[in-house]
């Protein structure tokens, strides 16, 4: 037993990189992106903000690990063998950690996390990738299609899920904008799900159809 415990005071968590993300991960559900700060942090875990700074050097490499943390929530697990359904199957699972965390594409989007979560995932898209035929140039930007895809889709979902057909009301009264005003009804009416499977489709569809070689080879 510690001194601290045998005076009864409350013995503080054992502070480390994992210990600290973990904080800053309940801060970004409890209060959203704005409010995770190392001062915060600090508060949270009852230690001082130079203590949490010694586990996350800056607050970039804090966005990192809380990145990369959100990714490992992507189970690599039990995925399909044809390329396609693969790669389909991954592209959902990331949507699904994403939105497990409040602003969690937020806290990705705005990351270059070269971490072990971050990796094996990326690891395992790119191969689905080159099994399918694409060339080395093809599948590394494939992925990144991809990536940049979810992200932006899950971005608008976390920040306004409900309020997208009420803003477009008063502008597209106005007759202004007719084009956009024959498709209103499909702007405002498909959930994100139906949206999400659309757009991946899309870039699956052209992937299979579009396998030529590029300059890099393979």
């Known amino acids: 037993m510690t001194k601290r415990q045998q005076d009864g005071e409350p013995s503080r968590p054992r502070l480390d990189p994992g210990t600290v993300v973990k904080a800053a991960l309940e801060l970004l559900d409890e209060k959203g992106v704005e409010a995770v700060s190392m001062r915060g942090i600090a508060e949270r875990l009852g230690v001082r903000m130079n203590t949490v700074l010694w586990h996350a050097k800056s ?8 990145a990369d943390a959100i990714v490992a929530d992507i189970s690599l697990d039990d995925l399909p063998d044809p390329w396609e359904e693969r ?3 991954l592209a959902h699972r990331y949507r699904r950690a994403l939105l497990g965390y409040r602003d969690g594409a937020v806290i990705v989007a705005g990351t270059y996390a070269a971490e072990p979560a971050t990796l094996g995932s990326s690891e395992v898209m790119v191969e689905a990738l080159l099994e399918g035929g694409l060339s080395e140039r093809d599948a590394a930007w494939a992925c990144f299609t991809i990536v940049y895809y979810v992200l932006g889709l899950v971005q608008e979902e976390q920040a306004a899920p409900d309020a997208v057909g009420h803003r477009l ?5 106005s007759g202004d904008y007719p084009s956009l005003s024959r498709v209103a009804a499909h702007l405002a009416g ?21 396998k030529s070689p590029g300059p890099s080879g393979g």
């Open 59 to 66: 607050k970039a490499r804090l966005r990192e690990l809380m």
């Open 87 to 89: 790669v389909r199957a």
């Open 169 to 173: 009301v008063g502008p597209l009264a």
């Open 190 to 210: 498909p959930s994100f799900d139906e949206r999400f499977d659309y757009g991946l489709s899309l870039i699956l569809r052209s992937l299979a159809e579009d």
